[in-house]
C-alpha cells in the first residue's frame, strides 16, 4: 500500500503505511528501501537512518548485492544536510 500512496503522492498515508509494514517485517528489505526513498523531501534525517537500517540488513545476509543508488541516495542526503567532509 505503501508503493501505491507514493506513486499518488499521497505522502503521508505512504509514510503511514510503510510504518504499518514494518510494525509486521522489521526485516524487509524492500520495505526499508521503499520507505526511505519516500522519506528524502520530507523527514531527510529519518530517511538517512532508514537507509542504514536496510544496508544493515543487506550485510547481515549471506550472499548480498548492495546497489550503488542506495549510496548514491545516501550521499543526496548528507550533502543536502551540509554533513560531507
Known sequence: MGYIYAKLKQKK???IAYEKALK???EDISTWLEYSNSLEDQHPEKALRSYQKALLLIKQQKSYIIYPEIY???GVL???????D
Open 78 to 84: 548528507y550533502q543536502n544536510a551540509g554533513k560531507l
Open 24 to 26: 509486521y517485517d522489521k
Open 13 to 15: 498515508k505512504a509514510f
Open 72 to 74: 548514491i541516495n545516501i
